[in-house]
């Protein structure tokens, strides 16, 4: 075993994760007529999304990722701009609510840092269809809290995933691989007659978030959470 795939087996039993799938992946734009259903491997991924105490011991060991020190090219100037300090919460954060306010470049590096990545955009729709859409457009029809919640607030779905809907959208590893028009209008309109499900509400949303993003982007209601491949014993690798 190599070191790489040591860090993984590591990551696999010292992190919370469940096993997704195999399964299929229906994109809603898919890139050609013969690729409607893209199969996807089990893959281990995080029960809950990280949290600013899980991001505030990585940034505490990796301080090039403070906010006073990261590169502007990798973040921008909100990000972690809701901590009191480039490297401590406050008492207006709890150490259990997800992170927010991190950029596709911070959280890809943390996840590095515990030998894992972050999800795949087809990884991580086949673990939110584990969720019903019903209990999806509930969710989403709420307005953001004036304090996120702490992580485990939702039920476990069917692969045993958490907080996957209703909490913070999550950064994935190919967030720009599903693009549409810059339009909103156009997407609405001729957008939506060329997706496959037309009725697919939270999928739409989440596509047309994905697709606003840029990778040094941070908000206030995007977080992430970790995933790692498994062999075909279900061991990390």
């Given at each position: 075993?190599?070191?790489?795939?040591?860090?993984?087996?590591?990551?696999?039993?010292?992190?919370?994760?469940?096993?997704?799938?195999?399964?299929?992946?229906?994109?809603?734009?898919?890139?050609?007529?013969?690729?409607?259903?893209i199969?996807?491997?089990?893959?281990?991924?995080?029960?809950?999304?990280?949290?600013?105490?899980?991001?505030?011991?990585?940034?505490?060991?990796?301080?090039?990722?403070?906010?006073?020190?990261?590169?502007?090219?990798?973040?921008?100037?909100?990000?972690?701009?809701?901590?009191?300090?480039?490297?401590?919460?406050?008492?207006?954060?709890?150490?259990?609510?997800?992170?927010?306010?991190?950029?596709?470049?911070a959280?890809?590096?943390?996840?590095?840092?515990?030998?894992a990545?972050?999800?795949?955009e087809?990884?991580?729709?086949?673990?939110?269809?584990?969720?019903?859409?019903?209990?999806i457009?509930?969710?989403?029809?709420?307005?953001d809290?004036?304090?996120?919640?702490?992580?485990?607030?939702?039920?476990?779905?069917?692969?045993?995933?958490?907080?996957?809907?209703?909490?913070?959208?999550?950064?994935?590893?190919?967030?720009?691989?599903?693009?549409?028009?810059?339009?909103?209008?156009?997407?609405?309109?001729?957008?939506?007659?060329?997706?496959?499900?037309?009725?697919?509400?939270?999928?739409?949303?989440?596509?047309?978030?994905?697709?606003?993003?840029?990778?040094?982007?941070?908000?206030?209601?995007?977080?992430?959470?970790?995933?790692?491949?498994?062999?075909?014993?279900?061991?990390?690798?």
């Open positions: 075993m190599g070191l790489g795939s040591a860090v993984l087996g590591l990551f696999a039993v010292a992190a919370s994760t469940v096993r997704v799938g195999p399964g299929v992946y229906r994109p809603l734009y898919p890139p050609s007529s013969a690729e409607r259903d199969p996807v491997k089990a893959f281990l991924l995080d029960r809950l999304p990280i949290t600013d105490g899980d991001f505030l011991a990585f940034v505490r060991g990796h301080p090039e990722w403070r906010r006073d020190r990261v590169p502007r090219v990798f973040a921008d100037e909100g990000y972690l701009s809701h901590w009191d300090a480039p490297d401590a919460l406050g008492p207006a954060v709890d150490e259990r609510q997800p992170v927010v306010r991190v950029s596709w470049f959280a890809k590096a943390y996840c590095g840092a515990r030998g990545r972050l999800a795949t087809a990884e991580w729709e086949l673990a939110a269809s584990g969720t019903s859409r019903a209990q457009l509930s969710w989403y029809a709420r307005p809290p004036a304090q996120l919640p702490r992580v485990g607030s939702t039920p476990a779905n069917r692969w045993g995933v958490q907080d996957l809907h209703g909490v913070v959208w999550e950064w994935v590893l190919d967030f720009d691989s599903s693009m549409i028009a810059a339009d909103v209008r156009g997407f609405c309109g001729a957008g939506a007659l060329e997706a496959i499900e037309k009725d697919d509400y939270p999928t739409f949303m989440r596509v047309a978030f994905r697709s606003s993003l840029r990778a040094d982007y941070t908000t206030h209601n995007l977080g992430f959470r970790c995933a790692a491949d498994i062999d075909e014993r279900g061991n990390a690798r």
